[in-house]
């Protein structure tokens, strides 16, 4: 089984945990963007890396919640995940 | 810099999220008609606890003026203080935050003790999926000091911000320590309280207070200053203002809607209330002393009015120590019967009420009081129209603290 969070994912798991709206298309197109100028603050990016080891029953490293962009971020989480798969 | 006008504290917007009305204007139009509200309690999962009646902010729906990130991440007694916040801002026509000069303004709440039901849902989740599934937003939103720390990040308030914690009467507190910031140089503050204290866990913690009524008819369970007065109905909500500097408002053609005139708190202990006849008369004197105002001077006095017979004789007796033979002829009110004691927001809606009743010429009655064992001349039934150019507004805390507020009249507006 082949485990990606994808974009799609991510926006859905920053207004979940954090009450962030932000369109999906809009996320990809500004996965370089710092993730404080989509209104996501630290405290939100924590409770999106405890949401997702819950879900994956796997540890994040460290640097997951310290993570300055949504591409920074989802390339981390997904080379972890695929790295146990 | 001015050195020839000294720097004094107005009141120039008012926000109100309270029981009986949202926005200061539905507010004072069921203070001034005696409106009640107290009644059951329908807030999910309280229906099994002995507190039946209270005073609950219902038809609110906090998205419509904050936005969902805000929510998501505080508990609903942020909620209260950030919407309200929103109202006084537009109230003082300061628009919605973003200051041209942010440190210029700065935040006071005051707390009673936080986001009970934001607190409660996360340590269930603790307790019973384990703690890597408490959300991060836990650690702030049940703190007594979030409500100043959102409505600062919010509205990008980067003045002197802060929180009293000294029970109910921080509520007057607050407003007193507002009032020194403009004196010592912050041009506006946002100042206020607001609890939510209608949700399982927090219901729980009042139980053990002697003073909370349990009687069910809502029209009998909180009555001071009668023969049948059976302790406080809890209520939630509250009010926020702007206290800014005189000149500040006045050169920006803001409308002066009052002037902090006077403050003073004493502590006397937790429910040794015949105790409090002494601190409370000792705050009235401190605040009198303070707005420079005479006894007589007094206009309208907005009581504490606990509901419970020994407190409520201390303060009938505290009125007349602090204020002589003036003290048994002037209108007194107690306009939270009709809605309920929102502990630090209380006070604080009582000062807003009391800036509405001067601007209305109108004192208005004690809903569900009508004959009373005091030597006051409560004013119950209707409104009462009256001059009025100087308020006391009073009130006490469960754990001890006794404080006073003297406001007065700011000229500008006939509304």
């Known amino acids: 089984m082949i485990i990606e969070v994808t974009v799609d994912e991510l926006a859905k798991l920053m207004k979940k945990a954090a009450g962030v709206s932000v369109d999906p298309t809009d996320l990809a197109h500004s996965s370089d963007s710092p993730f404080g100028t989509l209104g996501l603050d630290s405290l939100g990016l924590l409770g999106i890396v405890g949401e997702l080891e819950n879900r994956y029953s796997k540890p994040l490293p460290p640097d997951a919640e310290r993570c300055k962009t949504p591409r920074e971020f989802l390339d981390l989480v997904n080379t972890t995940l695929k790295a146990g798969a | ?69 805000f929510l998501v991440q505080t508990d609903r007694f942020s909620h209260f203080a950030m919407a309200a916040t929103v109202l006084a801002l537009d109230d003082a026509g300061l628009g919605s935050g973003d200051p041209a000069e942010p440190y210029d303004i700065g935040v006071v709440t005051a707390a009673g ?15 019973g999926q384990g703690s890597r599934f408490v959300g991060p937003y836990q650690s702030i939103a049940w703190f007594y000091a979030a409500s100043t720390g959102q409505i600062s990040i919010r509205g990008g308030f980067k003045g002197p911000c802060g929180v009293v914690a000294s029970d109910e009467a921080g509520g007057l507190d607050a407003i007193a320590h507002a009032a020194r910031g403009v004196r010592r140089g912050t041009g506006a503050l946002l100042v206020g309280a607001a609890e939510a204290p209608l949700a399982p866990y927090s219901m729980v913690c009042q139980l053990g207070y002697p003073e909370l009524s349990t009687v069910e008819e809502p029209d009998r369970a909180y009555r001071p200053f009668t023969a049948g007065a059976c302790g406080f109905v809890p209520a939630e909500g509250g009010a926020m203002l702007v206290v800014e500097d005189e000149n500040r408002a006045r050169d920006r053609g803001a409308a002066v809607r009052a002037m902090v005139a006077g403050h003073s708190a004493t502590f006397t202990g937790a429910s040794r209330w015949e105790r409090s006849r002494e601190g409370l008369a000792h705050a009235i004197r401190g605040a009198l002393d303070e707005a420079g105002c005479a006894p007589e001077e007094i206009d309208v006095v907005f009581a504490d009015a606990l509901g419970v017979p020994e407190a409520d004789r201390a303060e009938a007796l505290a009125i007349a120590d602090a204020l002589g033979a003036h003290g048994t002829r002037v209108p007194v009110t107690a306009p939270k019967t009709g809605m309920g004691r929102a502990y630090c927001g209380a006070p604080v809606l009582d000062t807003a009420a009391a800036v509405l009743a001067m601007e209305h010429g109108q004192v208005p009655p004690t809903p569900n009081v009508f004959d009373i064992c005091h030597d006051l001349d409560l004013v119950m039934s209707r409104a009462r129209p009256a001059e009025l150019h100087t308020a006391l507004v009073l009130s006490r805390g469960l754990m001890g603290s006794n404080a006073a507020l003297v406001v007065r009249r700011g000229g500008d507006s006939a509304r």
């Open chain 2, 1 to 69: 810099m001015s050195t020839q006008r000294p720097r004094r504290a107005a009141i120039t917007g008012i926000g109100v999220i309270a029981p009986n009305g949202l926005r200061a204007d539905a507010y004072w139009k069921s203070v001034k008609e005696g409106l009640g509200v107290l009644d059951r309690i329908t807030r999910e999962g309280c229906d099994h606890l002995p507190l039946r009646v209270a005073g609950e902010v219902r038809a609110f729906d906090a998205a419509d003026l904050i936005e969902e990130r």
């Open chain 2, 113 to 127: 003790s936080g986001g009970g039901e934001f607190g409660q849902r996360e340590l269930q989740k603790l307790w």
